[in-house]
């Protein structure tokens, strides 16, 4: 049994030798045979040097540096791109999901399951609003989309090797990885947690970034949006079909014809807001295609440690 644990990191110097400590002693006790697979996602902190020792210290460590900051996402997917494990763990460096957990994943993955997930019973250490966004957005994004993602879950998750290769031949670049493993398949079971605060510095995830995430998950995974649009466009017109009785009404059977100022005034406002909103949904998946047609590379590496000597 091979495992490779895959830790993307972001401006994580405060935490990433207890990360790393934790880590090893968990694995350790679980198999000999294991990598850890660092991706630094373009931190400008002393992240990059503190991998390096690490690497240096111990030759199961490795690290991925990126070129630039490319996002939690395709930092990730490098590391999916690199590992060797028979199972693939992706947890983040921040030890908000506790190392200890993933003795219980690999147990049930020993019961036959390709994937056990990470479930957060509690949320320690994060604001109200986030938690409540975060509810929101999974029922959300469920009752949109034809692929059910369960509930208040994140990337923290143990992934059979076939699971992982069926990843690696989906090359989308707006990537919401966890909609991606629910839509791939295979047996599944839920692990629940406790999520810890973070042991030191603070969220990369600001109020943007995660309406961005949200976004590609919604997106990515639903056209209910693009549906929506014909039907709001049909309940417009309905709507617009009954002003233009009014004034027709009051133009062929009344004196007061020249008033009206103020319903064509609001039915313009009404309509045109609409054509906006939904030019705006339409430009959306538009540009989704564009950039997908561009066939960029999804990330670029500066430098790999330890890689040579496996």
């Not at 690696?168 to 947690?193: C, N, T």
């Not at 949006?225 to 417009?236: D, N, S, V, Y």
Request: include cysteine; charged fraction near 20%.
């Amino acid at each position: 049994m091979f495992i490779s644990v895959i830790i993307p990191c972001y401006n994580e110097e405060e935490v990433i030798n207890e990360t790393n400590h934790r880590l090893v002693n968990v694995i350790e006790n679980l198999t000999p045979q294991f990598e850890l697979i660092y991706v630094d996602d373009g931190s400008y902190d002393q992240t990059p040097h503190l991998l390096r020792q690490l690497q240096q210290a111990d030759p199961r460590v490795h690290a991925i540096l990126l070129s630039r900051n490319f996002g939690h996402q395709m930092a990730v997917t490098a590391g999916l791109d690199y590992a060797a494990g028979d199972a693939i763990v992706l947890i983040d460096a921040d030890l908000q999901d506790p190392p200890e957990v993933i003795k219980e994943m690999v147990y049930q993955w020993s019961q036959g399951y390709h994937v056990a997930y990470g479930v957060r019973t509690e949320r320690t250490g994060e604001t109200a609003f986030k938690r409540w966004t975060a509810k929101v957005f999974y029922r959300l994004i469920n009752c949109l989309s034809d692929v059910q993602i369960p509930l208040d879950t994140g990337d923290f998750r143990l992934m059979d090797r076939q699971v992982v290769e069926a990843l690696k031949i989906m090359p989308e670049r707006d990537r919401f990885l966890r909609g991606m493993v629910s839509w791939v398949g295979f047996r599944q079971i839920a692990i629940p947690y406790q999520r810890s605060p973070r042991l030191a510095g603070v969220s990369k995830y600001s109020l943007w970034k995660m309406l961005r995430f949200a976004a590609d998950g919604i997106l990515s995974f639903s056209l209910i949006p693009l549906r929506m649009a014909i039907w709001i466009g049909i309940f417009t017109f309905g709507f617009s079909l009954i002003g233009i009785i009014y004034a027709l009404v009051l133009r062929l059977f009344t004196s007061i014809w020249v008033p009206g100022w103020t319903l064509l005034f609001i039915s313009v406002l009404f309509i045109g807001g609409i054509q906006l909103v939904f030019l705006g949904v339409i430009g959306e998946y538009t540009g989704r295609i564009y950039r997908e047609n561009k066939q960029r590379p999804l990330y670029l590496i500066r430098e790999r440690l330890g890689f040579d000597k496996k």
